[in-house]
């Protein structure tokens, strides 16, 4: 079977000009012929799709006269759930000849150190990362029209699995793992923020601005998206006829991965594990594994800390990582690309900005781009910017010595909690990511990033302090230049903004040392006196009464 890696391909073509989707349907097989979509419970199945939008109409074939066909709706029988009928579908569907498995990350085509995504492994025999490499061979037996098309017809539906943003792109993902091991929330599917008056009044008019939501998910973060898969292959992994002893997962965690990670192994009735550093995350990511009933350990360090006390606890006793040294958690976080290349009808943008903490979620990013890229279902990648707050910024520090050595540094504390770490697992990724998209790495600072949050929440948002690394960054970029008015530009809202109050109550207050907060928009306290109220009133909305 011919193997391709990612690191092997040609380098993507990025502009700042945006093009549509190549025009491919002269290749075949079509939707028609392809035995992914076929039911074999009914004669004939027809999918017929428009574009923008797919219209699904399923049609069976009529024994009456004149060859006429009869629409019919076909559903499941009532006693059957929809994880039952996926598992019947799946039987009767046969093999798809899809596969992937661990390669050393970037590791040459031909190199011959594999492993299966059923070994428990997290580096590779020189002690490097891991990535997942799928049959790109297999893949490309269908042309970019046919994935475009099966993807857009699963959106929205309920279908399992395929009603799960990540799992949608199941091919992309996990193509060999059973659905009925599946452990989905019908996570992702997120929406994209049209920030039509951030970008009109504060950026220089910008008209095609978007926010990509992750945060609006399961457990308010786009941690969920890697979650899913990663818990599905450990539930494949305990289940028949494997029955790996895994006692549990476990994690090291700024607080989303923790959260993430109890909730789907509280789906899946496997243990969970977490090490969070004492005093550093907010009272809303700490009770998420509580409630979910996860064993949590706080622990006197900081993250860096728990990830070494995590690795140590793992490599001792039978419990699975789930930090994103593992690599699977990319494969399911890589699908927020694809999501956005759907939701703009297959078109690229311009420029997509992403915080960055332990550095996965960038190279996940690239990977969905590129994978999209690879099998033409667009004909070219974004450039890509990851944003670090300037408290915990070591990319940024390496990006600006000209990618010299790497040196980790001691995360200072930073409103941007879930990103304060100063030894990041995945910066190798990082760089490839960012080198291959011809990327950008910027900094905020504290004030910076808050007062970005805050001025985004004037316009309708409500986002989260790692945005307004984002967005600060996106800021520095305008007044440099660097990003044009008419780019199409994305800013990825990590989590979402509840989870992270106490920063915005500290801002609103003006109780925070040495910042001006000059978006403040604290409570008025008003006598109960109507003259008093309407004093207020006229001062505030600038209107004179009585006139």
């Known amino acids: 079977m011919a193997i391709i890696s990612h690191a092997a391909v040609s380098s993507p073509v990025f502009s700042s000009s945006r093009s549509h989707r190549q025009d491919d349907a002269r290749r075949v097989p079509t939707l028609k012929a392809s035995p992914l979509l076929r039911n ?22 009529s024994s009456g006269s004149g060859g006429n066909q009869q629409k019919v709706k076909i559903r499941r029988p009532a006693d059957e759930n929809i994880r039952e009928e996926a598992h019947r579908r799946d039987e009767a569907s046969g093999s798809h000849g899809f596969s992937a498995c661990y390669v050393p990350f970037n590791a040459p085509a031909d190199s011959t150190e594999t492993y299966s995504l059923d070994d428990v492994v ?20 269908f042309p970019g029209s046919y994935w475009r098309d099966l993807f857009d017809s699963r959106v929205g539906r309920t279908t399992w699995p395929y009603g799960s943003g990540v799992w949608s792109k199941k091919e992309f993902v996990l193509p060999e793992i059973d659905p009925d091991h599946i452990v989905s929330l019908f996570e992702g599917n997120s929406n994209l923020f049209w920030a039509k008056r951030l970008g009109h009044d504060h950026l220089g ?26 818990v ?138 590129e994978m999209c890229r690879e099998l033409e279902l667009v004909d070219r990648v974004p450039r890509l910017v990851c944003a670090q707050a300037a408290n915990a910024n070591p990319l940024y520090r ?33 760089v490839f990511a960012l080198q291959a998209t011809d990327g950008i790495v910027e900094e905020a600072t504290e004030e910076e990033l808050m007062d970005a949050m805050s001025l985004a929440d004037r316009t309708g948002m409500f986002a989260c302090p790692h945005t307004g690394v984002a967005l600060a960054a996106l800021f520095k970029l305008r007044e440099k230049g660097v990003i044009e008015t008419n780019d199409r530009t994305i800013v990825v809202s990590t989590a979402h903004g509840l989870k992270f109050a106490q920063s915005k109550v500290d801002y609103h207050s003006k109780e925070i040392s040495d910042m001006a907060c ?3 928009n604290p409570p008025v306290n008003v006598k109960a006196n109507f003259g008093s109220v309407m004093d207020v009133l006229k001062e505030k909305l600038d209107v004179k009464v009585g006139l």
């Not at 997290?122 to 037996?141: E, I, M, N, P, Q």
């Open 122 to 141: 997290y580096r590779s025999r020189s002690g490097g990362l891991l990535d997942v490499r799928h049959d790109f061979a297999a893949l490309k037996r």
């Open 205 to 230: 008019g910008m008209p095609d601005l978007w926010v990509k939501h992750c945060g609006i998910s399961h457990t308010g973060s786009f941690k969920d998206l890697g979650m899913t898969v990663l």
């Open 40 to 61: 074999p419970n009914v004669p004939f199945l027809v999918l017929r799709h428009r574009r923008r939008g797919v219209g699904i109409s399923c049609s069976a074939s």
């Open 398 to 430: 390496h990006y600006k010595s000209g990618w010299s050595d790497f040196n980790p540094i001691i995360a200072a504390d930073t409103f941007a909690s879930a990103i304060q770490i100063g030894d990041p697992v995945s910066i190798d990724r990082a």
């Open 232 to 369: 599905s292959q450990v539930n494949r992994l305990r289940r028949a006829p494997l029955n790996r002893p895994i006692a549990g997962v476990g994690c090291a965690s700024t607080g989303d991965t923790s959260a993430a990670l109890s909730a789907y192994c509280a789906a899946a009735r496997i243990p969970s594990i977490v090490f969070l550093p004492a005093d550093r995350i907010s009272l809303a990511q700490l009770v998420q594994p509580i409630a979910n009933g996860a064993t949590v350990l706080s622990i006197d360090t900081d993250f860096d800390g728990c990830m070494r006390l995590i690795r140590e606890v793992t490599a001792e006793l039978p419990i699975y990582l789930a930090n994103s040294l593992n690599s699977l958690r990319l494969e399911g976080q890589k699908t927020a690309a694809i999501e956005i290349l759907q939701q703009f009808d297959w078109e690229v943008p311009d420029w997509v900005i992403v915080p960055g903490g332990n550095l996965g979620n960038i190279y996940a990013f690239y990977k969905g781009f």
């Open 518 to 520: 000059q978006y403040s």
